[in-house]
């Protein structure tokens, strides 16, 4: 039973975070920010593309990196 | 969002997944026995049909902004990561996605295992092979529909979008009984990540209670500049990788698919 609740853990891990956990973290950041900022009465719709213009290539430098 | 925006979508991406289904079913079909891994692509899309059937209604029932903040979220991360693994091989850093490669590796594996019968399925290996593969495959396809329709209000028709890929990439595989090695398979992911990542980042926001100038008109926008910066930085990459030695270059590309490609979704 352990065994099977670990493999399907692993396979919602690699589902949902995939190879690099940093956009997922990056993403709920950006939402809880997108929200934050939206309840302080500014607009906030700029914020996650934004995000995607710093996560995308920070995981893709990462990346080439690591090879 | 029109339409045919969400037809499109969700028929891109669900024949992406369509694509890996059908190999691992052709491998299992091939190499151990047709009855068996018919049995086990049956018994999937039963299995798939009570998912439906079960969370389509919960699916339709949530609140519209907290769904949208959940699938925004989710699509966003998935549209990244699928991006980023694009781009990645477009600019030569990672091995391209080979169905043929994936397909040799499946036949081998299929092969080599030992034939042993459960109940009505001559052969369990065989069966389970074909199973698994549609089963998370096919996962993926009802998240998709479901998740895009619920957000767009209109789930037959992602439901119908759906569908319409599967039968199509199906029904090519069935004909050519070989690997789908034609269907550009990297370009169409690269195209469906830059369309998640749109769908993501615009119900994300929203979802977060944001609202964007232009309401639906916004994702107009959003993709051709999402895919933009996604081309931009390929080119930059290749020009990176293109100024690297030679031995380099050519050690990352004796890697084995399997290890270039660690994710079943991307």
Known sequence: ?67 | MGAGALFVAVFLACAVEAVEATTIVLAAGTARDWRSATTGLVAALAVLVIAVAALGPAVSALPLRELRLVVGALLLIFGLQWLRKAILRASGHKALHDEDAIYRRQFGAAQAAPARRFGSVPDWYGFTLSFKGVLLEGLEVVFIALTFGGNAHDIPLAGLAAVCAVLVVAAVGVAVRAPLARVPENTLKFVVGIMLTAFGVFWGAEGAGAHWPGSDAALLALVPVIAGFALGLTGLLRRIESGQPAGARLAADRRPVAEADTQGQH
């Open chain 1, 1 to 67: 039973m352990g065994r099977r609740l670990r493999a399907f853990l692993a396979f919602l891990y690699d589902f949902v975070i995939g190879d690099d956990w940093r956009i997922a973290a990056g993403v709920v950041v950006g939402l809880a920010l997108t929200y934050a900022v939206g309840r302080a009465g500014v607009p906030a719709w700029w914020l996650l593309p934004v995000l995607l213009a710093v996560l995308l290539p920070a995981s893709l430098w990462l990346a080439v990196r690591r090879r």
